[in-house]
């Protein structure tokens, strides 16, 4: 392809000095150079012409490196350049660009304050989250959080802190954690659980199907439940917004999150719920069994013996403090699974087992109501909420942020959509909105988000209605955390240095050649040029 | 002027405007503290205190720095030269020849000289005390006034029509009912706490509305009338706690008040405590059949018509007949202007008592509340007097045990098998007597063990492992080595009075069963005795719960009802079950979504709402921070919009902690 400037420069420079040529005089020879050297000069200049320059051998980085520095450096250095890092080091982003190269770390005094600091940047309304971090510190001090409603919590210590919260609202909230006179801020997004479907089929009428239809409807989710009362009569309950039909057809299932077989509900299912029932299982849903009597079924993998009765158990839940009402277990063992929940003691209370895409959970608890009728109904609901959370049907697509990442203005911030994920999602940051490519994940199911704030305040990712709002920080906000990182960062990877023969080649660079040369021929080609046409 | 003049002069001069600097001092400091405490609503006399402390300071100030004719002397030497340290000559009395010549050169120097005079000790520091008191008390004049507690601000003076629509003062004062016997009052403050049934009148000066109306938490809402030039008041009887606020209006402009609270403090019944005799005496009957009952009675208003009730309770089994006497009470002793101490000396004879019969005593008193008084009941104290002949009979307390009386009868039995074998030790016949003491004492471990189980005592005879079955798999904890006999397994329907006897019959039996295995059955005697004594005393306490015990279900004819084969009227049905109870809370959450937007009619509607259900909750307790609330989230509606960040805590607190939710939480 044609440059048009050189060839427009060539054009005047050969014109300029067939003029002087044709032109008499005694100047004429000089005269005609000078065009022809402005002319040539000018094509150099419109050319910018570059030369090839090999890959350097050693650097040395500070620790106020911007992400741009650390990037052409990394291009200009040779593969088995040394890298120095001086300072509290680089972050992640930046190590990754120096991924191929030799990192030496000369680190400064290790800081004091709030080192690490993790927290659900996703909570959901009404289940405790937790509040982890550590501190460096010369001597015990405390550490304060505050929570949005104006409470506070402290703790003294010298290392490691952690404090519960659990959320009451929905809605994008901060929390304040201060060490000394820092203070950092961590947003967290409470968003109320979605809404689920159960069915419940039992062979007679329990307490703890309407108890648990209560707190499914009150969620704003619906159970069906199917009591056998004779051998020829059912009844059927609907508790909230409960799927319609009353037999367990491929249709039905498949809307549900979890079925809850509860005493003697194995025994009235019929041969063809039975085989939708196993389907639904392999393709995802999730099945508790209230095991009360030795028994087998379909969907029943556990193998089911009797055990000395009257026995009562007490259970703590989150590590809190083990709760005062003791229930009654049913005489009955299971062999085969995992157990996942056990009381105080020890006993084992819940196993649970993968089939297919779902997974069956059996409970020799079979009277949660006791918790209830005891007083103690936030007890009951957590008991339900850890039972039918191991079973239930996980959700198609979620968002997922490391919980000690930091979104700050300017720096990446890395969000992962887990599922059945699209290629693109909504940003919606500042009240502008924008669209974003997701890029392939370490796995088929993973795909990944890379943002990079600009303002401060909450940014918003969404896909398919799912949205998911990050509290944005200033650019230099958390500075001991941010400083704790990339001393981390910098030292995991010095010690993995690696291997120079074994990276790959970094190719020689091309740079610009400097052209004041140019510039000052076609000065002086000029001004001689202007010189011929004096006195 | 001569020099002694001068000097005398000077320091008189000195002396007054040392005590006019002060005398301004105090009263500009009395003055200004005077109007800071009226401004900050505490009373204005308070600045007499002030005063007084900057008089006291002056006084201090004053005495020790007295200005005399040698200070002033003192002075004239230090600022004039040509006096050549002789001003204090003028002073005394010498009459030497130099002092005289000095004198007349001090005296002439004086007078040829204008001295500088001499600075007043003292003053600056008094000047400085008024200024800073004028410049307080200008700016607390000056300054806006803040909210006093018992009046809403608005700008002074503006009574003309076209002033701005303003609520200027709210003031409540109550009238309790009539028998608290209490004068009415004034509140200092909006939120008060008044008496159950009192009529409470609000004042309300807003001399620029044309209506005004209080509204209340009942969805009340009175109209109030007019009192006089630019004052409403209207009243209404409280029973109830009530949230409150009041609403001006004027065409269409309206002014509106915080909420505030009136609550309410219950009348509570009479309290009775018996001070004599204990809840449980037995009388056996050659003892005095008279029995001192005292009460102490206090209430909160004053107490009224006091009395004592006597219930005889005769004859055994199911024939048992309760007989009812109301006896007048004493006035013993006053304690204080509410409580009293009441007695009454109980002749049982005159209640007709007999042997084995029972009286039940309690003390009745009502208090003085209008239209109907409160009536409370002490507790019941229980008389029993003995019968030591009666024989006794198997009736346990409140529960029905068909195998009683052979409990009975065993006892009395082992008693009888025993002094027949003393008998026969005496008269030197009865065989084997080792062996019939062990036979005997064996019938005794038997009944023990039997007794022993209504008290859920440790049975013998069963194994460890079954009492302490458990998961073979599961580790073993200190759980499973810890006895716990407080658990539901060992609770049995018996009182506690009722198990301490049986206790204390079951340790006779323990001593008794020791000495005949022994062969000691003489030692026996005595605590066989003891456990049938102990037995027979909670067959007599049993009549306490015959007449608790009101209802009588009536029989179920079994046969008709169960194992039939028929269960007519079942059916398959269909139904829908409630959500359950209603999430009263809700409008808060929502409020506390809408207050992430910006402002809005959706979004005050919400925060509207809201405000309702913080008003209920504050009639349930913990008003103070709710009302707080409430009125942030009534200036954010008046547009504060720094008010946003204080009301989303106030409402986020207000929330109780949801219940753990239903959700896929992964492997």
Redesign the interface.
């Known amino acids: 392809m044609v440059n048009w400037t050189i060839a427009a420069a060539g054009v005047v420079g050969v014109a300029m000095a067939a003029h002087a040529w044709h032109a008499a005089g005694p100047r004429r020879i000089r005269t005609t150079i000078a065009a022809l050297v402005a002319g040539a000069m000018m094509a150099v200049l419109a050319w910018r012409p570059t030369h090839e320059v090999a890959g350097r051998n050693r650097v040395t980085i500070g620790d106020d490196a911007a992400l741009a520095d650390v990037e052409a450096a990394a291009m200009r250095l040779a593969a088995d350049a040394e890298v120095t890092v001086t300072g509290h080091g680089l972050d992640s982003a930046s190590l990754g660009l120096l991924s191929s190269h030799r990192i030496a770390w000369r680190p400064s005094a290790a800081p004091t304050g709030v080192a690490a600091l993790d927290w659900p940047h996703r909570a959901v309304l009404g289940e405790r989250a937790a509040v982890r971090g550590a501190v460096a510190a010369h001597d015990s001090a405390w550490v304060f959080i505050e929570h949005p409603d104006g409470a506070r919590d402290s703790v003294l210590t010298d290392s490691a802190f952690q404090f519960g919260i659990v959320p009451r609202a929905a809605g994008t909230w901060q929390w304040v954690v201060r060490h000394g006179a820092a203070a950092d801020t961590v947003g967290v997004q409470v968003a109320p659980a979605p809404a689920p479907q159960i069915a419940w089929i039992e062979g007679r009428p329990s307490r703890e199907a309407s108890v648990l239809g209560a707190l499914v409807g009150a969620q704003g989710g619906g159970m069906l439940q199917r009591t056998r009362l004779t051998a020829s009569a059912v009844r059927v309950t609907r508790h909230g917004a409960a799927p319609e039909g009353n037999v367990l057809t491929p249709d039905l299932l498949r809307g549900l999150d979890a079925i809850v077989i509860g005493p003697g509900g194995l025994t009235v299912l019929g041969a063809g719920e039975r085989s939708a029932l196993r389907t639904a299982v392999d393709s995802g849903l999730g099945v508790v069994h209230l095991v009360d009597t030795v028994t087998t079924g379909a969907v029943m993998p556990f193998g089911v013996r009797a055990a000395p009765g009257d026995q009562r158990v007490r259970v703590a839940f989150d590590g809190g403090s083990a709760v005062a009402v003791a229930v009654p277990l049913a005489p009955v063992t299971l062999v085969g699974g995992e157990v996942f929940l056990r009381s105080i003691t020890g006993v084992p209370l819940a196993w649970r087992m993968r089939i297919g895409r779902g997974v069956v959970v059996a409970t020799r608890v079979t009277q949660p109501s006791r918790w209830g009728l005891a007083g103690e109904p936030a007890v009951e609901a957590s008991w339900w909420s850890v039972l039918l959370g191991a079973a239930m049907r996980a959700p198609r697509a979620e968002w997922r942020v490391r919980n000690d990442a930091l979104a700050r203005v300017d720096h990446p911030l890395m969000v992962q959509r887990v599922g059945e994920a699209g290629d693109s999602a909504l940003v919606l940051e500042g009240g502008a909105a924008s669209m974003i490519a997701l890029a392939s994940g370490p796995d088929s199911t993973t795909k990944l988000a890379r943002l990079w704030p600009r303002d401060t305040g909450w940014i918003a990712l969404a896909q398919d209605g799912d949205t998911i709002r990050l509290h944005v920080a200033a650019r230099d906000a958390h500075p001991s955390l941010d400083r704790a990182a990339r001393r981390r960062a910098t030292s995991a990877v010095e010690q993995r240095r690696p291997d120079p023969t074994s990276a790959p080649p970094v190719p020689p660079s091309r740079e610009r050649l400097h052209l004041w040369w140019a510039w000052a021929a076609l000065v002086l080609a000029l001004a001689t040029l202007w010189a011929r046409r004096g006195p | 002027m001569n020099g002694d003049a001068f000097l005398a002069t000077g320091a008189t001069r000195v002396n007054r405007l040392r005590l006019m600097a002060w005398t301004v001092a105090v009263l500009s400091a009395g003055v200004a503290s005077a109007v800071v405490c009226r401004r900050i609503g505490l009373s204005p006399w308070l600045g007499l205190v002030d005063a007084a402390l900057i008089a006291a300071t002056a006084a201090w100030v004053i005495r020790s720095r007295p200005v005399t004719e040698h200070t002033v002397a003192a002075h004239l030497d230090r600022v004039m030269p040509e006096l050549e340290e002789s001003a204090t000559l003028l002073l005394g009395h010498n009459e030497a020849v130099l002092a005289r010549l000095q004198r007349a050169r001090v005296r002439a120097a004086l007078t040829a000289a204008q001295p500088e005079p001499l600075p007043v000790p003292g003053a600056r520091t008094a000047l400085l005390i008024a200024t800073l008191a004028m410049v307080v008390g200008t700016a607390a004049v000056a300054l806006p006034a803040t909210r006093a507690s018992d009046t809403i601000a608005s700008p002074a003076g503006l009574t003309r029509a076209d002033a701005p629509l303003a609520i200027e003062r709210v003031r409540v004062r109550w009238a309790p009912p009539a028998y608290t016997r209490r004068a009415s009052r004034v509140s200092p403050t909006l939120n008060v706490t008044v008496e159950e049934g009192s009529t409470v009148t609000w004042d309300v000066a807003a001399p620029t509305a044309t209506m005004v109306h209080l509204v209340t938490s009942g969805r009340d809402t009175l109209a109030m009338t007019r009192a006089g030039a630019g004052g409403w008041t209207t009243s209404m009887p409280v029973a109830r706690p009530v949230l409150w606020h009041v609403v001006a209006s004027r065409d269409t402009a309206r002014a509106r008040s915080d909420d505030h609270l009136v609550s309410v403090s219950i009348d509570h019944p009479p309290l009775l405590s018996v001070i004599t005799p204990p809840s449980r005496l037995s009388i056996a009957w050659p003892e005095p059949h008279l029995v001192d009952a005292r009460a102490l009675v206090s209430d909160d208003h004053g107490l009224g018509a006091m009395r004592l009730v006597a219930t005889v309770a005769s004859g055994r089994g199911e024939g048992v007949r309760f007989r009812e006497k109301v006896l007048d009470v004493e006035l013993e002793e006053r304690r204080g202007p509410l409580s009293v101490v009441v007695m009454r000396r109980v002749n049982l004879d005159s209640l007709g008592v007999i042997p084995g019969d029972e009286v039940l005593l309690a003390f009745e008193a009502a208090d003085r509340r209008a239209p109907v008084p409160q009536v409370a009941r002490s507790e019941t104290i229980f008389i029993t007097v003995l019968d030591t002949v009666d024989a006794p009979t198997g009736e346990l307390p409140g529960i029905s045990l068909r195998v009683e009386p052979a409990y009975f009868r065993s006892q009395r039995q082992i008693i009888i098998d025993t002094e027949s074998l003393l008998r026969d030790m005496r008269q030197g016949r009865g065989g084997d007597t080792l062996r019939r003491s062990m036979d005997i004492g064996y019938d005794q471990h038997l009944l023990r063990l039997r007794y022993g189980q209504l008290v859920g005592e440790e049975t013998e005879g069963m194994g460890a492992e079954e009492e302490h079955?458990?998961?073979s798999?599961?580790?073993v904890?200190e759980?499973?080595f810890r006895h716990n006999h407080d658990m539901e397994?060992n609770a049995t329907l018996l009182g506690a009075s009722v198990k301490t006897l049986l206790k204390r019959a079951l340790s006779a039996m323990w001593e008794a069963e020791k000495h005949l295995r022994t062969g000691n059955a003489r030692a026996a005697l005595p605590w066989e005795y003891r456990s049938l004594e102990a037995l027979e005393e909670i067959r007599r306490a049993s009549r306490a719960y015959v007449k608790r015990i009101g209802f009588e279900p009536p029989s179920i004819d079994v046969a008709k009802t169960r194992l039939t084969k028929t269960?007519t009227g079942?059916?398959?049905?269909?139904?829908?079950?409630?959500?359950?109870g209603a999430?009263l809370d809700a409008p808060?959450?929502d409020a506390?979504?809408m207050?992430?937007t910006p402002p809005s009619a959706p979004r005050n509607a919400s925060l509207e709402a809201a405000g309702v259900r913080l008003g209920e909750r504050a009639l349930q307790g913990e008003a103070t921070r709710h009302l707080e609330t409430l009125a942030l989230l009534r200036r954010l509606l008046d547009g504060c919009a720094d008010c946003a960040a204080a009301v989303?805590?106030?409402?986020?607190?207000a929330?109780?902690?949801?219940?753990?939710?239903?959700?896929?939480?992964?492997?």
Not at chain 2, 570 to 580: E, I, Q, Y
């Open positions: 079955a458990h998961e798999d599961a580790p904890t759980e499973d397994e269960a079942l059916a398959s049905l269909a139904r829908t079950a409630g959500v359950g999430d808060v959450r506390l979504l207050l992430e989303r805590r106030g409402l986020l607190a929330l109780p902690v949801p219940p753990a939710p239903l959700r896929a939480r992964g492997w």
